[in-house]
């Protein structure tokens, strides 16, 4: 509770009206003719490069679709368990997403995201060109994965595209990216196939990939389990002050579950732009990105089980700034990705949450094994019809920016590059399975077995409100009995003794002031000491100790 926030009767009672004013639905409308005239990041190579991603992303998928209906692509023979959720058809919605995500901004995805994993690791690759990419690489595991594909099966020639727009140059790729591709695709496809060579040693697989070192964080089988986390990442980057945004990847359909409501609320709280600190004030650095693919497992969100006619929508009832909510077409990578740098630039200026209604469409069933029997088949022709790489190529031939010869290169690049990835992942005597073994493995994966000896300490002043000698709850303690017991034996009470309580709240406290990176949210948690006097707001900044939605689940510890 904030007594700042003072509530007059003369004024909520007042007449009047919500004005929720208008949300932007496809407003992109400039041709490739005029991106590649007026804006200095839209190049021919750039544009090359976009359809190469979305290239590789068609093929990794084509490829998992092949090895779980006939068992076998390219010839490469495997029999795969696992799940494999498709998103062969939005392969522009995730490329161009990432068009100006940097390593320092972090996506957090659904169980349908290998195509966001691949276009965000691409992009980070062509950032870290140089010795940050051979030190990833090299460092990774001890060099296990780049081990592999340099020594299995070396592929790695340079792409070369010559198409002209202006005369200027086309896609030329080095020897280091192409290492980079192999490395990305291979440890995907080894941890999504459960191989102890993949990026997460196979634990994680196809629905919790991940590989923080190009800011790519976990995947989550959950619906919408990935908006709650990502809520708490873009807390910890604002409370630590650290570079960049956070997305949150989920889809229509998550619209339908609580947890996704509870992290709009809490990602909107009015508290982060009124009452924080000034170092601190400003909304949280989050952009949350609904693939909208019309579908959830098989029922309709629009028309069917949601109430809405677009995502977007939602935003309005979020806050007065309707979560700067706008709907995109994702079938289109630059209209995206001009969205996403409008959006970014709001989010860094502390004027998030952010809400993007990306439009694609999945092209295949929900899973391999589901057959789209409650669609159309006219409805999935008409799309393919607009299929994002056939549309883009069009585009690219009409700008003058490349041949058919020159993206049919792509596409054999593709082929090329997918088939040495699975090559590899399937054979078992280069791509082993992980051993389990009583109290080994799994522990060195799941904690990182590292003794912090000592808290770091607070990295400003200002991160509590006094010094701990002056919190009047520490002076209270100090002239409580420790025994609980009199000198006659007798049992004191509580205004005597050290209660529950005390000892509860004394290394909380001792944590707070000794290391920054912890924080605490809750309903519990008031200016008055909550429910249980506990601790109270008044000791610390509201960006470390502040209190949350009511019913929400969500809390936040930093660390």
Known sequence: MAKQLMVRPEEVRKSGEI?????????????????????????????????????????????????????????????????????????????????????????????????????????????????QLDAIMRGYFDGTILGIVEKHDANGEPLKVSGKNNGKSGLATSAEEELGVDFLLYGLLAEIFAKETGFNKGLGGSMHAFFTPFGIYPNNAIVGGSADIATGAALYKKILKQKGVVVANIGDASMGCGPVWEALAFASMSQFKNLWDEAHRGGLPLIFNFMNNFYGMGGQPIGETMGFDHVARVGAGVNPEKMHAECVDGNNPLALAEAYKRKIALAKTGQGPILIEAICYRQTGHSPSDQSSYREKEEIDMWRKVDPLTEFAGKLVEAGVATEDDLAAIRAYATRKVSKACRLAVDDSVSPRMVLLPHTTLDTMTYSNVLEKELPGLRDPHDVSMPIEQNP?????????????????????????????????????????????????????????????????????KARLSARPSGSRSKADAR
């Open 19 to 131: 004005a929720l004013g208008s949300i932007p639905v496809n407003r992109y409308n400039r041709t490739l003719q005029q991106e590649l005239k007026s804006n200095a990041d839209i190049t021919p190579a750039r544009c090359l490069r976009v359809y190469r991603d979305m290239a590789l992303i068609r093929e990794f998928e084509n490829m998992l679709d092949a090895i779980k209906k006939l068992g076998a692509y390219e010839g490469i023979a495997y029999k795969h368990a696992g799940p494999a959720h498709l998103s062969i058809g939005q392969e522009g919605a995730a490329v161009g997403e990432a068009f100006y995500l940097t390593v320092d901004d972090h996506i957090y995805g659904s169980h349908r995201s290998h195509g966001e994993i691949i276009a965000k690791g691409l992009r980070a690759i062509d950032d870290l060109k140089g010795e």
């Open 473 to 541: 709850r520490v002076i209270q303690i100090a002239k409580k009995s420790r025994s609980g017991i009199d000198a006659d034996g007798k049992a004191l009470k509580e205004a005597r003794a050290v209660s529950y309580r005390d000892a509860i709240f004394e290394p909380i406290l001792h944590h707070f002031y000794n290391d920054s990176r912890v924080v605490a949210y809750g309903e519990e948690n008031r200016d008055w000491g909550g429910a249980f006097a506990a601790c109270s707001t008044r000791r610390f900044p």
